[in-house]
């Protein structure tokens, strides 16, 4: 099988030293590519900025923003031959947002306005989701589309209906929920405490684990149900 992965945060820049972004550090998101090497998968990890070493047997695409993000991975499933089962695991925090421009060079404060106007960042998961699921798309630029879609979902209240919503809403196969405000499972730690919400419906509440325990589960998860 084939793994397209993503990972970390991406930075949406408003001059060339300052930019939006969160504090994803990847580390998830390259446990999940770890783990399908390790299970002898073809592996393609499009990362944001994060300074994680690759993991062996891993290729790896590094990106800056959600524009660039999606472009890869629009990229990585072209490259995939059509026989082959392709899983698409979107782990990244991706900005919502992007500044509506970036100036060429520091904005000086002077320069500054109270206000800054945003635009929409492409929701790479549900495009994706979109593409795959819409068997007579008029617009279909991926000439091989995943088999199983896999989502992530960082939420800090009403984690599983939110997971429930977004699976649905974005034609996800499974997506794996965590509460961000628990201890062990935010940002930056090598733990996670998940729920795996599958689009029948089907939930499993994972006690706290490594993030490549979590990892493990998951690509296992991918083997038994991809056809």
């Given amino acids: 099988m084939k793994f397209v992965v993503t990972a970390g945060p991406t930075r949406e820049y408003l001059d060339p030293v300052r930019f939006l972004s969160n504090p994803s550090t990847g580390k998830m998101g390259f446990a999940v590519a770890r783990a399908a090497a390790m299970r002898g998968h073809e592996v393609a990890l499009v990362a944001g ?10 290729r790896r695409i590094d ?24 899983v698409f695991v979107s782990t990244a925090a991706v900005a919502d947002w992007r500044p509506a421009k970036c100036a060429p060079r520091k904005l000086k404060k002077g320069q500054m306005s109270d206000t800054l106007k945003l ?36 939420e800090t209240n009403d984690v599983i209906a939110e997971a ?28 996670n405490r998940v729920t795996l ?6 939930v499993d509440r994972l006690p706290l684990m490594t993030k490549l325990a979590v990892a493990r589960r998951i690509v296992r998860e991918c083997e038994d149900l991809c056809p």
């Fill in 63 to 86: 990106v800056t923003s959600a524009r660039d993000m999606l472009a890869a991975v629009e990229e990585e499933m072209a490259k995939t031959k059509s026989v082959n089962p392709t």
């Fill in 119 to 154: 635009v929409r960042n492409p929701d790479i998961l549900k495009e994706i989701g979109r593409r795959t699921k819409t068997v007579h798309s008029p617009n279909r630029p991926l000439t091989h589309s995943p088999t199983y879609l896999v989502g992530f979902a960082a």
């Fill in 197 to 202: 919400v599958r689009k029948d419906g089907s």
């Fill in 49 to 58: 900025p994060v300074s994680l070493k690759t993991p062996k047997g891993v």
């Fill in 164 to 191: 429930r919503r977004k699976c649905r809403e974005k034609n996800l196969d499974m997506i794996v929920a965590n509460d961000v405000t628990e201890k062990g499972s935010g940002f930056g730690v090598d733990t």
